[in-house]
């Protein structure tokens, strides 16, 4: 979540009391999702009823400061941010549903549709640091306004997936018992390959047209070489700890890369 924040407010070129707002919606809507997800599991009979209090209280707490945030948007001018909301309610309930039959461990589909909804906070922050509050006006300033959001979004989105599919690489990798051959490592790498030289060719193929930032290829340059690093020194015997370390140092570096390329190229 906190990635594509950061590049739509950076990308946006200013920080108001409505970026606040947004900050504190996006964070309070991203904490509630864990006792939520607890007290699904008492219902369900996979937890103590003892934890529903808790759950409820952080339910509340969270409910009314998200809440409370979005009041601040809409009197700021940005009422018309809520619709981005709407996608993230089906995959929600798409996961409690799995939640409540046991089946939300390695759900790869669902994390990547997932990082979709979060990726939405990229074009937010940027439509809120560039104050576009009237975008549902006629003047077409103010609609190519939307353009860049839109491509935060994609981009942002394609990063995310294609961690999310490495992630999972590395995790089956960490059950080997031993190194296996290159053509066996190359098999079991495929799709993560597949995810980010795609995601590279097509950030490169635009910014050769002018279309994105020149430099903005870098920071999915990184995320490409990463993944052929991974592909060829598999994660034998790593702990999960490990594995998710080094991701967050990627994907921390791929951020600062990002915001860098967007707003100096």
């Known amino acids: 979540m906190l990635s594509p924040l950061l590049i739509g407010l950076f990308a946006g070129g200013s920080f108001s009391l409505a970026s606040v707002y947004l900050i504190i919606a996006a964070i309070a809507a991203f904490l509630i999702r864990q006792p939520i997800t607890t007290a699904i599991k008492v219902y369900s009979g996979r937890r103590s009823r003892r934890d529903l209090p808790a759950a409820r209280f952080w339910i509340i707490l969270y409910g009314m400061v998200g809440l409370l945030s979005l009041v601040g948007l809409i009197r700021q001018g940005f009422a018309y941010l809520l619709w981005l909301a709407l996608p993230g ?20 589909g669902v994390e990547v549709v997932g990082s979709g909804v979060l990726a939405l906070a990229a074009p937010a922050a940027y439509w809120v640091g560039v104050g576009a509050s009237g ?4 003047d077409p300033i103010l609609h190519n306004l939307t353009i860049p959001g839109w491509w935060l979004f994609l981009l942002t989105w394609l990063q995310s997936a294609a961690s999310i599919v490495y992630a999972y690489l590395r995790l089956e990798q960490r059950e080997l018992a031993s190194t296996p051959t290159l053509s066996v490592r190359l098999r079991m790498a495929r799709r993560a390959l597949l995810y980010t030289s795609f995601n590279l060719a097509l950030v490169l193929a635009y910014s050769l047209a002018d279309l994105l930032p020149a430099w903005l290829p870098l920071p999915y340059a990184l995320q490409w070489a990463e993944s052929i690093y991974g592909s060829l020194k598999p994660a034998v015997g790593y702990k999960p700890t490990r594995i998710g370390v080094r991701q967050l140092i990627i994907s921390s570096l791929f951020t600062v890369l990002f915001i860098l390329a967007w707003n100096f190229s």
């Open 89 to 108: 309610i089906p995959v929600f309930v798409w996961h409690l549903a799995l939640v409540s039959r046991r089946q939300e461990r390695r759900q790869a």
């Open 135 to 138: 975008l549902s006006s006629p």
